[in-house]
């Protein structure tokens, strides 16, 4: 299932297409040099490229993680705020085509007035005298110079843009969300960890103060002091983990849109991750990676804005007319047999305006080319992030894969360490080491679990793929 959201979100597209009169362009026309000689396979990736995963959050297998995005997508007050720009954008981009389109208005008149002549009978001393009238008014500019359809363009693209923008906010609000409810399942498992470790120092130290009591081997006062240090450290990490649940409750409350109050549902623990993902050609991240489409459509709308400055310089030219009655009664106004009509041309050439429209034809000018760059920078750090996260993806394997192993052989050696002190074998020292290696590396493979489920977060942001949130069959 395709998740939609927003009204009319989807349609806006073709609606300021269809206002403006406009074809879409493909990305990458404008990127210059940076879209040429792009490699056919990433640095990091050299396995064949594929279709970018549309599926990565049903990647998880997470029916919690599924429900609680559906519900961010259709709460979250600041994607909902990006979908209001974008229905704004709209509207600016029609109000732009307004000026070249014909005005007419409307008006009706009526005047009375009264003049007196001094010297005359009172009778004949004045007179009153009343006019009305209707007329109806057209005025049309042609665009001769193409600044009315410079500045519609660059309305149009510009509100392209903020689509792209809203499709970026959505993929940023559902890599938020998972990594947010990652870190309270993580939180989950590390509390787990720390109440084991806190039970088996219980034992320990009840175990050393048995030996102390005794004056045994292994029963030392510094021996019982290193054990109920390592406990209280047990519990400090207990509390610290404690409260990252509950700030990652928080977080993920506050992404979906609810009142943070702390009572969202727990994960069950941290998925297994996923195969990785194919990270396709880097010449489609160009028409893929909303951020890219946005910088360049806004580049392109610059240049229009460029265009529709120096056409401002040119003269303009307006057609004016006029059709009405003027009449002496009211009954008249509407009669064709006292129509008055009339039609004027103006044309206004820009003379002196203290290099008013020549400067803003250079800032307009100098807009464009910064636009431009900030194009170019959005793409070198949009490769840059995908290699990145493919690096990281190798090295999080590596790591995970020896981490397991290393807490796989701690756990053993602190097994064996328990029966080893019970039997006399080892002293206290070796015992807590033994206990401390066990936890901190059960510790440190949920961390590094987490880690590389938010890379795989990474990687799919950074590809620029849209989601879906259930598999499709």
């Known amino acids: 299932m395709r998740l939609h959201v927003g009204k009319g979100i989807g349609f806006l597209v073709g609606g300021v297409l269809a206002v403006s009169g406009c074809s879409p362009w493909t990305a ?49 007050p600041d994607l909902k705020a990006t979908a209001e720009r974008v229905r704004r ?6 109000l732009a085509g307004a000026e070249k389109r014909l005005q007419v208005s409307g008006q009706i008149n009526t005047l009375q007035q009264k003049q007196r002549f001094p010297g005359f009978p009172i009778k004949l001393g004045s007179n009153t005298a009343e006019s009305y009238g209707a007329s109806l008014d057209v005025t049309w500019e042609p665009d001769l110079w193409g600044r009315v359809r410079a500045s519609q363009r660059a ?54 103060q048995e030996r102390f009591a005794a004056a045994l081997e292994g029963g030392l006062a510094s021996q019982l002091r290193l054990a109920e240090t390592d406990l209280a450290s047990a519990r400090a990490s207990l509390a610290r983990w404690k409260a990252d649940r509950a700030r990652a409750r928080r977080q993920t409350e506050l992404l ?14 941290l998925p297994a991750a996923p195969p990785v993902p194919p990270s396709g050609l880097p010449s489609e991240l160009l028409e893929r990676r909303p ?64 290099g008013r429209l020549r400067e803003e034809e250079k800032i307009a000018g100098h807009d464009e080319t910064i636009a431009l760059r900030e194009l170019q920078g959005t793409i070198l750090r949009a490769f840059a992030e995908v290699e990145q996260a493919l690096v ?23 097994e064996a360490s328990i029966l080893d ?43 620029g793929g849209d989601f879906q949130l259930r598999a499709s069959r």
């Open 28 to 76: 990458g026309r404008s990127t210059g040099p940076l879209a040429k000689g792009l490699p056919s396979t990433w640095s990091a990736d050299k396995a064949p490229s594929l279709a970018v995963d549309q599926e990565w959050i049903a990647r998880f297998k997470d029916p919690q993680l599924i429900r609680l995005v559906e519900e961010a997508m259709n709460n979250n």
């Open 291 to 354: 951020d890219i489409v946005a910088a360049e459509r806004r580049y392109v709308a610059a240049g229009s804005r460029r265009s529709a400055a120096r056409a401002a310089r040119f003269p303009s030219f307006s057609l004016t007319g006029r059709a009405g009655t003027s009449t002496g009664a009211l009954e008249d106004v509407l009669d064709s047999g006292f129509g008055i009509w009339s039609v004027a041309g103006r044309v206004v050439q820009p003379l002196v305006a203290g």
């Open 155 to 208: 309305a149009v693209v510009e509100s392209l843009a903020q689509v792209q923008d809203y499709r970026a906010a959505r993929a940023s609000l559902a890599g938020q969300l998972a990594k947010a409810w990652f870190a309270l399942g993580e939180a989950g498992e590390q509390i787990v960890l720390a109440e084991a470790a806190i039970d088996v120092r219980v034992k320990t130290v009840a175990s050393i």
């Open 392 to 414: 990281a993806e190798q090295f999080y394997a590596v790591r995970e894969l020896a981490v397991r192993n290393s807490a796989r052989s701690a756990r053993e050696a602190a």
């Open 89 to 94: 954008a709209e509207a600016v981009a029609r």
């Open 421 to 463: 002190f019970a039997d006399g074998a080892v002293d206290a020292l070796t015992l807590l080491a033994a206990q401390d290696r066990q936890v901190q590396t059960a510790f440190q493979l949920v961390t590094l679990r987490r880690l590389r489920l938010e890379n795989r977060i990474n990687l799919h942001l950074a590809l």
């Open 256 to 269: 979906v849109g609810r009142f943070p109050d702390g009572m969202a549902v727990q994960p069950a623990g």
